[in-house]
Structure formats: C-alpha cells, structure tokens
C-alpha cells in the first residue's frame, strides 16, 4: 500500500507525541511520588523520637524484646500503614512485628538513619526495607540510649507493606482509569489537530505535485498547462518552492521552443546547402564524365577548358564543405583560444597583400586608415584573421567596378580598439539588416559573381568574435555603403 507524505508525517507526529507524552507522564508520576514521600517523611518527620520519649520501653534503654514486639504489633494495629523495627547500632534487626519469612534483610544500612537524625540531607530520605531486599522507602528513626550508650535505632517505616497493597490496588484503578481517559483524550485531541494543521501545510505540497504532474503530462510545454500561481511569501518554504518550479518551468519551456526554432533553422539550412552541394557536385560530376565518354573526340583546348571548369567546381565544393564543418564546429563549442599579444598594423597590411589579385580583378582600393599606426591586441590572432577575410571578401563581392573598401582603427575607452569594415557598394535594405548574419541568408540586391557563395561568411564571423568577447554591429544605406564594427581588446 502506497503512503502518502501526509500520512507518514501524521503517523510520525502521533507516534511521537505519545512518546512524549508518555515521558512526561513518567517524569510527572515521578515528582508527584517524591513530592508525597517528602510531604509524608515530613508530617512523621518525629515519629520515632516521640514513640522513644513516650515508651516506658525504649525510654529506660532496657527492653524486653517479646513486651517489645507486642508493642510494635499494637501500635501496626492502630497505625497499619507503619512497620516498627528496633535496630542494633550496627544495623542488626532486633525487634519487629512480622513473620520472620516475612523480612527478606536481618541487616540494614544505618547511614540514612544517621542522615535524618542529624539532618544532613534534604528530604525525603529513605531507607533499606527490610520486607524487600531491593526496595527503599521513607522513614522516621530515633537513637535509644541507655544513660549515655546507644542501645540501638527505632525504626518506623511509613507506608508499610499493608499500605502499600491497599493502596496499590486503589491507585491502580483510579490510575488506570484516569490513564485511559486521560491519553485517549490527548491522542483524539492531538490526532484530529494535527489532521488540520497537516492538511493546511501539506496542501500547498500537494498542489505542487498535481502542478509537476500536468507539466510532465503535458510533455513539458508551459502553454499547454495553466500552472498555480504562488504568492511571494519568503516565509514558506513550499511557496518559494512552487515559484521556483515555475520559473523553472518557463526557462525549460523557452529552451524547448528554442530547440524547436534552431532544429528548423538546422533543417532549413540542410535543404538549403544541399541545393548548393548538388550545384557544384553536378557540375563537377557532368564534366568528369564528358571528358571521360568523348575525351578522344575533344582537342586539347576543350579538353583543358572541361578540366578547368570541374577544378573550380571542386574548389568550390570544398569551400563550402568546410565552412559547413567550420560552422558546426563553431556551434558545437569545441574551439580553443590562443590568445597573444601582437602588432593590428601587421597583420592588416597581410590582409591587404592576400586580397591584391582580387581587388585589382574588380578595380577596388583597400586603405587602412591610420596608415600608420603601433596598436597591440590581445586576441587570437587566427580568429581575427578568419573575421577580417569573412569582412573584405564580402566588401570586395557587394561593391561595383572601381569602389572602394577601408579598414579604420580607432581608440576606444575601456583599453579597448574600435574596427571598422566600411565599403561604398551596394548597400542593405534597413528591414534585412536584423537577418544578415543569419546562415544561408543574402541580401534582396546581393551582386552575385561568377563563383557560388554559400552564405556562411557572416554568421561564422559572428559566432567568431562572440568567442573573442565581442560584438559585430552593422550599419548600411541602399546605394552608399555599409559597414561592419566591432572592438578588440588592447595588450
């Protein structure tokens, strides 16, 4: 049988507060007991004393011990709650009223009898009984002397055997009674209060658990379920909990559509490079097999220009197979920084000197602005690289015949360095600016040229620089230009 946290917590606390209850009855009973040995050793407190001054007996010291014995007996039948003993100064049993099967212990310590003599303890005292060879009870004692010399101890226990089985078996009952009366009533009491109080603090918990249980049902999507609103209560637990579960609930439901938006992008990029794939592959593939099916027919220069065609498709296959691994190595984060320090006018200038062919292909001037300049970065300087050639080979392909392209380094506070790539071509319409560094997205009035592009430049350079702890911001107009911006940090 499945128990429930409410239960288990109301069979804890029962169980435990009749534990309790039971310890508290004991300790009650306990200095209920003392109090009344105490109050009792008190009011007999001279008992002896008098019965020794009183007693011709015991007065003069000489006794009798038969006249002795039937005075105790006398005396136990006016007083059956006393038992009369007469002890040597040793502590030897010398007198008493009772079967002698009766006393268990024909020795006695003398000690306490000592102690309540002089007074030198806190009542109540007690005694070795002698009807009991483990029992101890409380007494009144007195010396008897005889001229100077102890002759012995009077010894008067209170509360004797007759009393206490008298008493026993009333206590017994009443106990009894007042026992049953008295835990059936706390343990209903205690029970149906710690019903409510269980019930009024673990309802919040149990709402908590039917709000998990609809989420999980509900495949873990927040806008199909309508979740418990908690109040912002610091003082409860449970609340604070509830709400945690919530916001919980809301940051696994975001990353949930978040998955489902870039698994779609994932997709739609596949279908799309695999358009671009077939392009170059196809070609590459339907020049192979020209050259290999006329490749008798076919004069040398035919025969080169085919080669030539199925090269460039091949490079360009590979291309943009390895902007493809370089993008998911990207988004996987497994790259490592080698971060130094190194001179930007460097590696400008041999950014510069690897576009020449092409900037004079289409007429283009690339200046860096200052020429002149001693600037140290602290950057990994083949990422930087790789941004600065996603940012001049897109320049160089969206300006016209004879445009130009700048790369401009300015100071920024912070110890930092402010890039710019700014171009005077085509430009980007205001409403695609927010795209552009998306994969596989181009410009409505993007210049295509004689080679294919995959659409990856941009979104590399962004994930790039989001690994250099910087941001790329655009900036452009139909007609004037655009241009990129981004900072670096300065050595």
Known sequence: MKVSLYQRMTLALVLLFIAITCVVSWWSATLEKTSHHEAEQRLHLELAEHLGHDNPLLKEGVYDQDALKNLFHSLMILGPSFEFYFISPSGQLVSYSAEKSAIKRQNINVAPLVDFINRKKSLPIYGDDPRDSEQQKIFSAAPIYNGENLQGYLYVIIGGQAYDSAFADVESDLLRSQSVIFILGVVVSFFLVSIILLRILTNPLKQLTNNIRAFKKAGFEKNKVELQQWPAAKHNEIHELGDAFNEMAEQINYQFVQLQSIDKTRREMLTDLSHDLRTPLAALQGYLETIQLRG??????????????????????????????????????????????????????????????????????????????????????????????????????????????????????????????????????????????????????????????????????????????????????????????????RS
Request: proline share 2%; hydrophobic share 40%; glycine share 6%.
């Open 296 to 489: 008798d027919t076919l004069d040398k220069e035919q025969h080169q220009r085919f080669i030539d065609i199925a090269f460039k498709n091949a490079n360009q296959l590979k291309k943009l197979v390895d902007q493809i691994f370089e993008l998911a190595h990207l988004d996987g984060g497994q790259v490592t920084l080698q971060l130094e320090s190194f001179p930007l006018p460097e590696l400008l200038h041999d950014i510069v000197a690897k576009f020449q062919h092409r900037l004079q292909d289409k007429q283009l001037k690339l200046t860096i602005a200052p020429e002149h300049c001693d600037h140290m970065v602290y950057t990994d300087i083949g990422k930087l690289e790789r941004v600065l050639s996603n940012l001049i080979d897109n320049a160089i392909r969206h300006s016209h015949q004879g445009g130009c392209i700048s790369i401009e380094v300015s100071e920024e506070e912070n110890n930092k360095l402010h890039l710019a790539v700014i171009d005077n071509g085509t430009g980007i319409h205001e409403h695609e600016l927010a795209y552009i560094f998306d994969a596989r997205y181009r410009a409505s009035n993007a210049i295509f040229d004689k080679k294919e592009h995959g659409g990856l430049g941009l979104a590399i350079t962004q994930k790039l620089l989001r690994l250099l702890h910087s941001e790329i911001s655009v900036e452009s107009q139909i007609g004037k230009g655009t241009s990129f911006h981004f900072s670096l940090n």
